[in-house]
């Protein structure tokens, strides 16, 4: 009787939290429902700007995101640049995200996750055709504050980093 009452309540959490929506997204909970900005300076010196918003999809069963970045190369406009959807892939067992920008870019690749850090891995191609296999990382300070790097992370290291500021609960 014992065991089929743990087995029950077993069975119960996970269809409650299978209902609730995918176990596997919950690294976002922390950032759902608030704005996020933060403020800095890219390595070459030009400035960075931008404020995100994540939410959830259908059901929980994706994140959703949206960015407000400089839109123009004078830093003048902002608004709107990209949009992003998170998803649970089974066949990999990770994280999938992908990013269609304003200049209809794409960015795709994998979702990490390491305590209360969350890293995107993916390849970035410059304007020469140049590719490079780069991390964002949001590192989770405190509730209201997260620490975002971008870089370049092999085995756990940073061996160059574009840059480094700090995103603030609104």
Do not use: C
């Not at 690294?27 to 404020?51: H, I, R, T, V």
């Amino acid at each position: 009787m014992k065991k089929l009452l743990t087995l029950s309540s077993l069975l119960f959490f996970s269809i409650s939290l299978f209902a609730q929506g995918n176990i596997m997204l919950m690294p976002f909970e922390p950032l759902m429902n608030a704005d996020w900005k933060a403020e800095g300076k890219w390595k070459d010196g030009s400035p960075f700007k931008q404020e995100i918003t994540f939410s959830w999809g259908s059901q929980q069963q994706d994140v959703r995101m949206e960015t407000k970045s400089y839109l123009d190369t004078s830093f003048t406009k902002f608004g709107l640049f990209s949009e992003g959807v998170h998803t649970w892939d089974t066949v990999t067992n990770s994280i999938k995200f992908l990013v269609k920008d304003i200049k209809g870019n794409e960015i795709e690749g994998k979702v990490r996750t390491k305590l209360k850090t969350i890293l995107y891995e993916y390849e970035y191609e410059n304007e020469l055709g140049v590719k490079t296999y780069m991390t964002d990382a949001l590192i989770w300070i405190k509730p209201d504050k997260y620490m975002f790097k971008v870089g370049i992370l092999k085995d756990d290291e940073w061996t160059d980093v574009y840059l480094e500021t700090y995103f603030f609960k609104k």
